[in-house]
């Protein structure tokens, strides 16, 4: 599975901003993509989540002004955050969750990256 992230850029706070994840591959096994972002000094933090079955979950940090969506096939999945502020700075990435089944774990996950896109929010 191979992740390309695109959408960020200088934006001002308050302003949006709508980040895409493109993913190609064996994407038919994929179960969920997420974005997660880090902010310079700080460590990566998970902002939004959703399934193959279009479940979501948001960090509290952004719940109640961002949508994560897809597309029917989980091939692209989108991030739209409103009402930006600068602590939304950062490089985002996306990552998709592929469960396999192994002889130790019947449902075992493993993680793929994107390299991130760089969203700047000014004050």
């Known amino acids: 599975v191979q992740l390309v992230e695109s959408g960020g850029g200088l934006v001002q706070a308050g302003g949006s901003l709508r980040v895409s994840c493109v993913a190609s591959?064996?994407?038919?096994?994929?179960?969920?993509i997420a974005w997660h972002r880090q902010a310079p000094g700080k460590q990566r933090e998970l902002v939004a989540r959703?399934?193959?079955?279009?479940?979501?979950n948001y960090t509290d940090s952004v719940k109640g002004r961002s949508t994560i969506s897809r597309d029917n096939a989980m091939n692209t999945v989108y991030l739209e955050i409103m009402s930006l502020k600068p602590e939304d700075t950062g490089v985002y990435y996306c990552n998709a969750e592929v469960t396999v089944a192994t002889i130790e774990n019947p449902k075992q996950i493993i993680h793929y990256w994107g390299k991130g896109t760089l969203v700047t929010v000014s004050s």
């Open positions: 959703i399934t193959r079955a279009a479940s979501t």
């Open positions: 591959g064996s994407t038919s096994y994929i179960t969920a």
